[in-house]
């Protein structure tokens, strides 16, 4: 999650972290709701091919999180 854009990364926090809708991160960020969808949907791919990349890894610490942020961000979309 740390490797992310700055600004994908708040939107992501903002719904992960303040538990803030779609629209609500729209209006306080002053974009629209379908960047808000866009950004998290790429923030998901993002996580999903970094963890593909350190799935060969051996820091298992870096599994974890990326792991963690991925089951988060499948949460996420899940219920919106």
Excluded: C, W
């Excluded at 809708?21 to 970094?50: C, P």
């Amino acid at each position: 999650i740390e490797l992310l854009p700055p600004e994908r990364k708040k939107i992501l926090l903002l719904s992960a972290k303040e538990e803030l809708s779609y629209k609500e991160i729209a209006a306080q960020l002053g974009i629209s709701i379908n960047t808000v969808k866009s950004q998290m949907v790429k923030a998901y791919a993002f996580i999903r091919e970094h963890a593909q990349v350190n799935n060969n890894d051996n820091n298992e610490s870096d599994k974890v999180d990326i792991l963690l942020g991925s089951a988060i961000l499948f949460a996420l979309l899940s219920v919106s």
